[in-house]
């Protein structure tokens, strides 16, 4: 059974920073891609960014290009989203996932993704 655990989530003002972790475990985490998504209550889920198994490839949504990093950490079974100049906007549950196939690169659709983590509500005040 693979679990996904988020933490990092909290309150921060236009212009700060957050690092949200994902601690995963169950399987082999360092073969699977891994994903974030973002929801806002009454919105479809949304891609923010995702890394290969290897770390070698990222991907990101447009909206976040430039301000969030993904990142991961093979021996601690981690996934990190790094989020820098964060604007109200980005207000939203933050959610880790893992697909339960395995994948070359990132997966951008969250119809790919089968595994989810509860999720890590981030707020950035104005």
């Known amino acids: 059974q693979v679990q996904l655990v988020e933490s990092g989530g909290g309150l921060v003002q236009a212009g700060g920073s957050l690092r949200l972790s994902c601690a995963a475990s169950?399987?082999?985490?360092?073969?699977?891609?891994m994903g974030w998504f973002r929801q806002a209550p009454g919105k479809e889920r949304e891609f923010v960014g995702a890394?290969?198994?290897?770390?070698?490839?990222?991907g990101y949504a447009d909206s976040v290009k430039g301000r969030f990093t993904v990142s991961r950490d093979n021996a601690k079974n981690t996934v990190y989203l790094q989020m820098n100049s964060l604007k109200p906007e980005d207000t939203d549950v933050y959610y880790c996932?893992?697909?339960?196939?395995?994948?070359?690169?990132?997966?951008?659709?969250?119809?790919?993704?089968?595994?989810w983590g509860q999720g890590t509500q981030v707020t950035v005040s104005s």
């Open positions: 890394i290969s198994s290897n770390a070698y490839s990222t």
């Open positions: 169950g399987r082999t985490f360092s073969r699977y891609t």
């Open positions: 996932a893992a697909p339960s196939s395995l994948w070359r690169g990132v997966l951008r659709d969250s119809n790919d993704y089968d595994y």
